[in-house]
C-alpha cells in the first residue's frame, strides 16, 4: 500500500496564525482527501484535493479557510487559515487505493492546538 | 444519504478474552464495501479488516472477524484472543461499489476500546 508522510506531526499555534501542512505519497494518486477529527470524534472531510484543478469542498468547509494546494500526483498541502481554538484537532491526509480505490490509506495525522 | 452508527461508545475486555464491537448501517445501495479502521493513541488509521458486501463469506484476518448481516444492516468486528495492542478507537466505515478513488467513504462515530491487563 501507498505510503504517506505528512508534517507536521503536532504543532501548537497562536490564535489568528495560519499553519501548512504536508502530504506526500510515495506513488501517483489521482484524488487526495483531507479529513478533519476534532478532538474524541470521528472523521469529516474536508475537501478533495485534484491535481490541476481546484479541490473539492464539502459543505461546511470553505476555501478561504482551508485553502489546498495540489501540484502534482504525489504531494498536496492544507492550509488552516486563521486559526482560532475551535480549528484544534487532529487533521489528516488520504489516498484511495486498490481496485476501484475501495481502500482509504492514511497519513500519520498532524495534531493542532491553537491557544 | 449512507449512514454509519456505532452504538457503543466505549468497551472494555480483559486480555486473552473475545469482544464484540457493533456496526450498523443503512445504505439503498445493493454493492458496497465495509470497513473497519484501528486508530491507536498513535493517531495512524489502520485498516483492520474488509468486506465486499456481494461476499456472503465473512472476512477474517487473524485474530479479527466480520459477522456481516446485509438484510440486518450489521457489520460486527469480533476480536479474539485481545492484546493489550488492540488497545484503541476502531471505525467502521462505508463506501459504495461505485466509488472509484476514495471519495464517498462513509464513518461511524467509533467506539474506543480499552484492553486491560
Known amino acids: 500500500s501507498a505510503v504517506i508522510s505528512q508534517k507536521p506531526s503536532r504543532d501548537i499555534c497562536q490564535r489568528g496564525t495560519s499553519l501548512t501542512i504536508q502530504c506526500q505519497v510515495d506513488?501517483?494518486?489521482?484524488?487526495m482527501f483531507w479529513y478533519r477529527q476534532q478532538p474524541g470524534q470521528s472523521l469529516t472531510l474536508i475537501a478533495t484535493a485534484n491535481q490541476g484543478s481546484e479541490a473539492t469542498y464539502e459543505s461546511g468547509f470553505v476555501i478561504d479557510k482551508f485553502p489546498i494546494s495540489r501540484p502534482n500526483l504525489t504531494f498536496s498541502t492544507l492550509t488552516v487559515s486563521n486559526m482560532s481554538p475551535e480549528d484544534s484537532s487532529i487533521y489528516l491526509c488520504?489516498?484511495?487505493?486498490?481496485?476501484?480505490?475501495?481502500?482509504?490509506?492514511f497519513g500519520a495525522g498532524s495534531r493542532l492546538t491553537v491557544l | 444519504a449512507q449512514t454509519v452508527t456505532q452504538s457503543q461508545p466505549e468497551m472494555s475486555v480483559q486480555e486473552a478474552e473475545t469482544v464484540t464491537l457493533s456496526c450498523t448501517y443503512d445504505t439503498s445501495e445493493n454493492n458496497y464495501y465495509l470497513f473497519w479502521y484501528k486508530q491507536p493513541p498513535s493517531r495512524q488509521m489502520i485498516l483492520v479488516i474488509r468486506q465486499e458486501a456481494y461476499k456472503q463469506q465473512n472476512a477474517t484476518e487473524n485474530r479479527f472477524s466480520v459477522n456481516f448481516q446485509k438484510a440486518a444492516k450489521s457489520f460486527s468486528l469480533k476480536i479474539s484472543d485481545s492484546q493489550l495492542g488492540d488497545t484503541a478507537m476502531y471505525f467502521c466505515a462505508f463506501t459504495p461499489s461505485t466509488d472509484n478513488y476514495g471519495q464517498n467513504f462513509v464513518f461511524g462515530p467509533g467506539t474506543r476500546l480499552s484492553v486491560l491487563p
Open positions: 488520504s489516498v484511495g487505493e486498490g481496485f476501484g480505490a475501495n481502500v482509504l490509506t
Open positions: 506513488s501517483q494518486v489521482t484524488m
